[in-house]
């Protein structure tokens, strides 16, 4: 029989959490949505061991909330989780899973990288992503 009281934490914990970042806890959800073991959104693209089909779910994910969130601060996170998907896909697999040109995903890269107050994991990512991109290290287009 479950307990009450030990089923309560898990959930109090979610609305501590979602009232101290939203936006933080929306990219959570949707990454559990994607893969039900992931403790976060930065732990699933950081990962490289996520595979690429993950990877690519990530970016179809992140574009949508990019494209459809409520808020300016929803549509932000899931630009900068959308450039992080194609960025660990680049990094850790060599592999392009965009269209966008060379010129706007140096671009992305470049901003996760220089933006402080980014969680580190998420801009080495985004240095790492710049690397091969400039050195040309990535293959091409995969279900992109």
């Not at 959570?28 to 990962?47: F, G, H, N």
């Not at 179809?60 to 932000?76: E, M, S």
Request: hydrophobic share 50%.
């Amino acid at each position: 029989m479950n307990d009450p009281a030990s089923t309560a934490v898990p959930i109090l914990e979610w609305i501590l959490d979602a009232a101290s970042s939203p936006a933080i806890t929306l990219t959570t959800w949707i990454a559990r949505e994607i893969k039900p073991t992931a403790t976060s959104a930065v732990e699933l693209l950081v990962d490289p061991k996520t595979p690429l089909v993950t990877l690519l779910a990530c970016k179809d994910a992140f574009k949508h909330l990019t494209l459809d969130a409520d808020t300016h601060d929803d549509r932000t996170i899931g630009a900068v989780y959308y450039a992080v998907a194609i960025a660990a896909a680049m990094a850790n697999h060599r592999t392009r899973i965009t269209r966008q040109s060379s010129h706007a995903l140096e671009h992305a890269f470049r901003n996760i990288w220089i933006d402080e107050s980014a969680d580190l994991r998420l801009r080495d990512i985004a240095w790492r992503a710049f690397l091969t991109l400039r050195m040309g290290l990535d293959a091409p287009v995969a279900g992109g």
